[in-house]
């Protein structure tokens, strides 16, 4: 089964998304899968993972009564309080009661880098570890990729996926992209430690710049540093909307993958995703 390891879906009149305003004004809005599914049916997306996209209960239920009525929906990545340990326990007791909950992510990167390695987080992932949940790391700036290794030796069985392989330099220079790889690379040496081919845009300019041949190098050395193994690809809707639209990204991840054997494109667009997640794709 082709899987997309990250979609969104989202409604303000159920949750608040203080990020979203006039500033997206193509995606401020309900956005619910219905109006993804047509393009995943045009390029065989079969299954996908729904990833929270605020910090708060409200957004994370409205991903379980998308994934009641939604066979495609595979996994669901909620949200719980990772710096409150007390309530943390109690809330991923409630979540793991629904077997499409498997994984756990926050906004790191609306947080001050630091909240990542405090104690009260430190405790809230090993609570998570506890529990057989996953962690979705995502960064907007790829510096924060240097706390990863340390998390990892800390909770040696958590398994943790990066979102958008740490947000590499698109567009930047070739000194970027070599502080980005290394970092990478720390992170890499984890082998519970997995990525995402998704959400590589420009990091410069408009994020509808990026071209297949920009973000090549850097898929490249994501497939050298982890294996198709560990890679999963997601579209990244509806912040693809702001990138060009579901069917430009899905079509340029399937042309960054084009030159591998068809084992290692069925591992990066379906396999690693049902694996590291635990699903079967059975919904």
């Known amino acids: 089964m082709i ?29 619910q899968l219905d109006e993804l599914e047509p393009h995943l049916d045009a390029h065989g997306v079969g299954g996908v993972v729904l990833v929270q996209a605020a910090d708060n209960a409200d957004d994370t239920a409205l991903m379980l009564d998308a994934a009641a ?6 996994a669901v990545v ?20 629904t077997p499409v909950v498997r994984g756990i992510r926050n906004l790191f990167h609306a947080r001050p880098r630091h909240w990542a390695t ?6 809230g992932l090993g609570i998570v570890a506890e529990a057989g949940l996953t ?8 510096a924060a990729l240097a706390d990863l290794p340390g998390i990892g030796e800390r909770h040696p069985d958590l398994k943790i996926v990066i979102d958008h392989l740490g947000k590499p330099p698109v567009g930047g220079t070739a000194a970027q ?14 082998p519970l430690t997995h990525a995402k081919v998704s959400g590589l845009y420009s990091s410069v300019g408009s994020l509808d710049t ?3 041949d920009a973000v090549q190098p850097f898929v490249d050395d994501a497939l050298e540093l982890f294996g198709p193994t560990r890679l999963m690809a997601g579209g990244d809707w509806p912040i693809a909307e702001l990138a060009g639209g579901f069917d430009r990204t899905w079509s340029g991840i399937e042309q960054l993958l084009a030159h591998l054997s068809s084992a290692d494109q069925a591992a990066v667009l379906g396999g690693t995703a049902l694996r590291f997640y635990g699903t079967t794709g059975s919904g």
Do not use: K, Q
């Open 3 to 31: 899987v997309d390891s990250h979609v969104h879906i989202w409604d303000p009149s159920r949750a608040e998304y203080d990020w979203l305003g006039p500033g997206l004004a193509p995606i401020n809005r309900s956005m």
């Open 69 to 74: 009525g939604s066979s495609r929906i595979v």
């Open 78 to 97: 909620g949200w719980a309080p990772l710096d409150d340990p007390a309530t943390l326990e109690g809330r991923l007791g409630h979540l793991t009661a």
């Open 118 to 123: 405090s104690a009260a987080v430190d405790e």
């Open 135 to 142: 962690l979705d790391f995502v960064t907007s700036d790829p």
């Open 177 to 190: 992209r070599a502080e980005w790889r290394a970092l990478l690379a720390e992170c890499a040496a984890n």
């Open 210 to 212: 990026w071209t297949v």
